[in-house]
């Protein structure tokens, strides 16, 4: 090489090698999924083990699930039970700190934050769909102070993935978080302010993590419940949640297939 090809190739290998920009094939991906319910199905189609040195810290309850598929290292991680209720560590709290030291000890080119959302008929959402979202924001984050108003909304972006989109034929729409299951009337005001088709606990967090540590991120997810519709929200979301977390799953592995051989800037 000429000196200055040696200075051009390093200058680009140094701009890609910042944040996410990987142009070589995607090797290792991190899954986020709340639920074990919705994690335990991918576990078993990428046949996962379960990592029983984790790579986190002393007896908190996040499980990892790890192994080969195809040519990707695949991770799957969980918030796990709550230590004192048992049940499963939803919400945004949980998902950040999963995320952060996720992304710390397993230097993820990509994240999938998978789980099941809330969806509107309005929006032309139902019951079984499969999302890809587009944007990510916080809808109970309310600061009605110049400039914090918007530091709360947290508007990020997903990952752009035109291709994937396409060859998988996915919903596409504005995903809204908030910490609670159910929908107060502040809330949906501000869900429509962000212009959401589906709303979830888990996504902006998710995102706001990985915009900090500059790693990409998407996030898929699959509705159980109809927020606009007649039935309680708790009773649909588990009357569905296992027949959807089938459609999750599927689209998941899905995806993954795709990004199989795959740069960031291919999806
Ligand atoms: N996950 C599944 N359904 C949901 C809803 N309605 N709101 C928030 N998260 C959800």
Known sequence: RSPEGLIMTISMENKLGEGSMVARPISNIVFIIAMQT???PLVNKFELTED???LFPKNVPWVRYNGKYKDLNVNIVCPGKDAILGVDSVGTVSAALLTYASIQALK?????NAGTAGAFKAK???IGDVYLASDVAFHDR???IPVFDLYGVGLRQACCTPNVIKALNLKV???STGDSLDMCPLDEASIMKNDAVIKDMEGAA???VADLLKVSVIFLKAVTDIVDGDKPTAEEFLQNLAAVTAALDEAATKVVDFI???CLSEL
Request: net charge positive.
């Open 38 to 40: 919705e994690a335990l």
């Open 52 to 54: 029983p040195n984790s």
């Open 108 to 112: 993820p080119d990509l994240i999938i």
């Open 124 to 126: 032309g959402a139902s």
């Open 142 to 144: 309310r600061i009605p």
């Open 173 to 175: 729409g504005k995903l």
């Open 206 to 208: 998710v995102a706001y």
């Open 260 to 262: 199989n051989g795959k």
